[in-house]
């Protein structure tokens, strides 16, 4: 048999091909899908001109308006966004499940629809009568907003070529099937199909397209990577199950800023835009206690107070206890290191618990210094003052490392009312114009100049 009527074998779900049989799929992993699918593709060698769509223009000539985003209504979307909706842009929202996804987006469309133009919400995992319940319940009960239970995408056309929609909203695309593709819904080739749909649809009518997309056990988009290609905005929905806070980030944009955040907090009657969060991650208390400590962090491109608390207590065990919530464990573990090396702590026989306030998350090295000062404020018992925020990166030899935004964080310590920062040297920070503000800024070179600094030491 030549190598252009060569056997190929196909996988039913991904789409994936191979040259030979296997009982899995080595590329989605699933079983007994590989199947024979007859002769091999021939390469083509050479194109032929087709028709244009649209003749090329001068980018000066390139009419800019069809291009400027809409608000949405919700503040914090639109900030992440980069000022709206643009039509016929496609965005993937992705999050795990009951983190909001479907709630936030409803309200989305709502508020999309009372500003005049129709939005359709698509849903396949829900009756159109649950989400009504859902409406009444977050008040999103706008006059042109249309509601549709479908999972068959023809189906789903249909329905936009009935109600005309600005706003498209599919809940999700793992429900929606493809008459024209093969495998069951959800799988690769199903997912792949349906979007490629879903795009051409949006960009031939100029369509605002939301898609709600499942994510794996480990936090990533379930379906083909292409999937995060070919659409124009990723977005990502996160929230801890026992905090009310709910952060959205965009991975991609193609409108704006991919580094922004929005906040959100879950309430009894949906969901709701945190234009100040500092609340949620703050303890209100009059008196200073040991173990606190206040540090400024960034999330996309806005700084965000946050406080890092720390308890050291005597182990019984042989081995003692490290337990984390809400910081890097593994940063947490080299700051101890770098305290008992140079700040001369004993604490190889102490257990140390060390957590945040309110549910958030930090990652980035800029807590370091604060987690440092409250695992030596618990162990010395000597409590921080209520008005000063550390902000920094710890090197394993003990010394301070500048940190990216520092004028930006030191303005919002400034603004939440703290009046003392301790920050690494060479900030390029103008000590004098802060003094003038009512913030006092102190640079320490290394671990042990910031526990003075601190009056933690002597």
Sequence with gaps: MSAKTRASFKCSDCGNLTAKWFGRCPECQAWGTIEESGGGAVALRSVSAGAVTAPAQRIGEVDILAARARPTGVD????????????????LVAGEPGVGKSTLLLDVASKYADRGSPALVVTGEESAA???????????????????AETDLAALIGHVDAVKPGLLVVDSIQTIASPAAEGTAGGMTQIRAVAAGLIALAKERGIATIIVGHVTKDGQIAGPRLLEHLVDVVLHFEGEQHSTLRLIRAVKNRYGP???????????????????????????????????????????????????????TPSPLAT??????????ARVAMVLAVLSKHATLSLATKDVFCATVGGVKITEPAADLSLALAIASAELDIALPVDLVAIGEVGLAGDLRRVRGLSRRIAEARRMGFRKAIVPPDSG??????????????????????????????
């Excluded at 709206?84 to 496609?90: A, D, Y």
């Design 320 to 329: 003692p206890r490290r337990a984390v919530s809400g910081l890097d464990s």
């Design 130 to 148: 649950q989400v009504r319940l859902r409406a009444e319940r977050t008040g999103n009960l706008a006059a042109d907003l249309y509601l549709a």
């Design 429 to 458: 920070l103008k000590a004098r114009q802060l003094k003038a503000a009512g913030i006092q800024v102190t640079e320490a070179r290394d671990l042990h100049s910031a526990l003075l600094a601190a009056r933690l030491v002597s």
């Design 76 to 91: 914090e979307l639109d900030r992440v966004l980069g000022g709206g909706l643009v039509p016929g842009s496609v965005v």
């Design 258 to 312: 991919a580094d922004e955040v929005g906040c959100f907090e879950m309430v009894d009657d949906g969901i709701v835009g945190l234009p100040d969060p500092s609340g949620l991650f703050l303890t209100k208390r009059e008196n200073a206690v040991p173990g606190t400590c206040i540090t400024i962090t960034v999330e996309g491109r806005r700084p965000i107070p946050a406080e890092v608390q720390s308890l050291v």
